[in-house]
């Protein structure tokens, strides 16, 4: 086999830079290659060494790119053709990606062929081999999806109109609209969401699952707004179909998608009926333990758009929605979430009950996580278990303007069961830097601490830790 070096031809080298001899090992080769009998064979090492074309003329992939297309007719079976047609397009786009019409043509051809998908010569290997269609059609999606993924590429937006007129002439096109949403631009998707939406109701169920064609339809409209007259419409269509699925998992995998959607345009009312409709479905049986991930997901959308608390803690099913997250790691991580966007966003102190009272309760279930056999008066200030709930902890109450009314949140830090003892460690460091920071208030502190009679109990911290040992000194003067 002959190798040429880079230090003899340049990327970019013309055939005139090419001698006698190896233009006619060239050619020797593709003589060799046309003489094999079997068309997949002879397509997939003509295609594989395409390149070469360089050797002999200009013009030679330009040539022989639509006649490899072509070629592709001839084979029968219609997965084996699409697979072909995917790989001709990924060496189309290797050695001349300019060549749009090219990948184009694959495609379309494709579409002439996909009705051979719901033949019955299909229909008999189907039943011989014992597959189900929905499983069948899974697997052209890998190949349908890289063909669209070329020809989408820098591709104009009247392309997606052409693809999308020639989709609604086909019957069973589910599986062409998925990768169809999956390959163009959002922008684009989102524009037509009403257009998708109309050919989805059409499209048959038993064949490809109409939840997959919504989400891939949300996870478009995550990263581009449709116009605004059919923003509500667009949701009330899609959780149609979202809440009536009976798998737990088929629905949050939806549901989680769309929620981002809900968040970006809508107003806490709807987001707390989607809540209510996740809570509804995820209890039963407890399948929430299951879709941990996709819960935690929810909430991290929810907080991500919502950054007043007032309106978070307003909604009615935020805190039955936190009630979910049953294992302790995955409901302190949540509640971690949570006080770390407070602590960012949360620029003023606030009075609101309703934040405060919110707000104690997560930080009692970040208390709570901490085992009291774990740690002692040697451990606090080295286990990192230790140090940052208390951090968390401090900085998110530090930022309640309710403190000057003690009386109000101090039972609810002191009330954690097993933790007590570590609470009454962050009532007084709470109260020793707010006593500090306003040395007016430091007697009225003191006075309305009637808890902190306990606090003899509880060794004293770390000063690294914690504020330091003068401020305990000035508080106990």
């Not at 040429?4 to 005139?16: G, L, R």
């Not at 524009?191 to 038993?206: L, N, P």
């Not at 809540?275 to 333990?289: C, G, N, Q, S, Y």
């Not at 003899?456 to 690294?464: D, L």
Request: aromatic share 10%.
């Amino acid at each position: 086999f002959v190798t040429f070096s880079s230090s003899f031809f340049p990327e970019n080298f013309t055939p005139e830079s090419v001698n006698d001899t190896a233009k006619e090992t060239c050619l020797n080769w593709f003589f060799k290659i046309a003489s094999i009998r079997e068309l997949i064979p002879r397509f997939y090492v003509e295609a594989a060494i395409l390149k070469c074309n360089k050797f002999l003329s200009k013009t030679g992939i330009l040539e022989c790119l639509p006649r490899l297309t072509s070629m592709i007719r001839g084979i029968g079976d219609p997965l084996v053709a699409v697979y072909a047609r995917a790989y001709l397009c990924r060496v189309g786009m290797e050695v001349a990606p300019h060549l749009k019409e090219s990948l184009n043509k694959n495609f379309f051809d494709f579409l002439l062929t996909f009705k051979q998908i719901h033949g019955d010569t299909v229909q008999n290997q189907l039943v011989v081999q014992c597959v189900e269609m929905p499983l069948y059609l899974t697997l052209y999606s890998p190949a349908i999806d890289w063909i669209l993924q070329c020809i989408s590429y820098r591709a104009a937006e009247v392309l997606l109109t052409e693809t999308m007129e020639r989709c609604k002439k086909l019957g069973n096109n589910a599986l062409l609209l998925n990768s169809v949403m999956s390959a163009f631009r959002a922008e684009f998707i989102a524009a037509r969401s009403m257009d998708f939406i109309g050919m989805i109701k059409e499209c048959d169920e038993s064949g490809f699952p109409k939840h997959l064609l919504f989400r891939s339809l949300g996870q478009n409209l995550a990263l581009a707004d449709p116009p605004e007259g059919d923003r509500l419409q667009i949701l009330n269509e899609a959780w149609k179909v979202i809440t009536k699925l009976k798998s737990p998992q088929d629905y949050i995998n939806c549901a989680e998608i769309w929620v981002e959607y809900t968040c970006r345009h809508f107003t806490k009312r709807e987001v707390n009926t989607v809540l209510a409709d996740v809570i509804k479905h995820m209890t039963p049986d407890r399948a929430f333990e299951d879709a941990y991930p996709q819960l935690q997901s929810i909430i991290q959308k929810v907080i991500t758009y919502f950054h007043d608390f007032s309106i978070l803690f307003s909604l009615e099913k935020f805190l039955p929605f936190l009630d979910m997250f049953q294992k302790e790691s995955v409901r302190v991580e949540v509640c971690k979430c949570i006080m770390e966007a407070f602590i960012k966003h949360q620029q003023e102190p606030t009075r609101d009950p309703v934040i405060l009272n919110a707000l104690l309760h997560v930080c009692k279930t970040m208390h709570d996580s901490v085992k009291p056999s774990r740690w002692s008066h040697k451990t606090i200030g080295k286990q990192g278990d230790l140090q940052r709930p208390s951090r968390w902890s401090h900085k998110t109450i530090g930022k309640l303007g309710d403190l000057q009314r003690p009386s109000r949140w101090v039972p609810k830090l002191l009330n954690r069961g097993q933790s007590r003892s570590f609470g009454l460690l962050e009532v007084r460091t709470i109260v020793s830097h707010q006593a500090q920071t306003d040395y007016k208030q430091r007697h009225n502190y003191v006075a309305q601490m009637i808890p902190l009679e306990l606090m003899p109990q509880v060794p004293p911290p770390s000063s690294k830790e914690l504020v330091g040992s003068q401020t305990y000194k000035s508080i106990g003067k």
